[in-house]
């Protein structure tokens, strides 16, 4: 267990909705990066912050925001839904000054039908 | 464009033997490199890292080697055992920039 938390495991979905996805960093990690795993391709970087602040953004489509809030938990939120936006959604969590390994959380699996 | 690099989709190794996961990168700028496994309905593990002023980097089962002339590292396990069986990612990152880029990821299989 990696003290990264996600919920919901699982999301179904139709095109054109919009979903919450949730995170929670291991106590007192600062930094939640967003990182998307579509089939059998690696983790794309989507959006980084850090203490409620975006630190980076990777390839991330307009259609997707993030922010975290101040008891650092972060939320993705995914808009206008199509098919090719199933995927696996993990977020990380890294203290800073701690090194360079960023911690997974078990990942959210979304479907779009 | 790919910058980090696993060609290996799949690799099946006999238990009790070394398992040689390798993993090349365009990205001069990347100085730490990472390997993180992954089991099937579960996030990436943290197995071992590597900073680009070093070049082997060993914890129990597990070494990674860096050669930073030909860009490229490989992870190896001594010996294999079948609970080692998972997607193995390589990972890198620049000085300059918190985010992984990570490559596709090899199937390691170990058989009895």
């Known amino acids: 267990d990696s003290g990264v938390t996600q919920t919901p495991k699982h999301l179904i979905t139709a095109t054109g909705q919009r979903v919450t996805l949730r995170c929670s960093p291991r106590s007192g990690d600062l930094s939640v990066y967003w990182y998307q795993q579509s089939l059998d391709q690696g983790l794309q970087f989507l959006i980084h912050?850090?203490?409620?602040?975006?630190?980076a953004k990777g390839n991330i489509l307009e259609r997707f925001s993030a922010q975290q809030f101040p008891d650092l938990h972060s939320e993705l939120n995914l808009s206008s839904l199509e098919l090719g936006d199933s995927a696996l959604y993990f977020c990380a969590s890294t203290a800073r000054g701690e090194g360079n390994e960023q911690f997974f959380g078990p990942g959210t699996r979304l479907t779009v039908l | 464009d790919q910058q980090v690099k696993q060609n290996s989709p799949s690799l099946s190794v006999q238990e009790g033997r070394i398992s040689i996961l390798n993993c090349d990168y365009t990205n001069s700028m990347f100085d730490y490199f990472l390997w993180y496994k992954k089991y099937p309905a579960e996030g990436p593990t943290f197995l071992i890292s590597i900073s680009s002023i070093k070049d082997k980097n060993e914890d129990g089962r597990f070494t990674v080697f860096l050669n930073k002339s030909a860009k490229h590292l490989s992870l190896h396990i001594v010996p294999s055992q079948p609970g080692d069986s998972a997607v193995y990612f390589c990972a890198a990152k620049s000085y300059n920039t918190d985010k992984l880029i990570f490559g596709t990821g090899t199937r390691l299989q170990v058989f009895p």
């Open positions: 912050y850090y203490n409620g602040e975006e630190r």
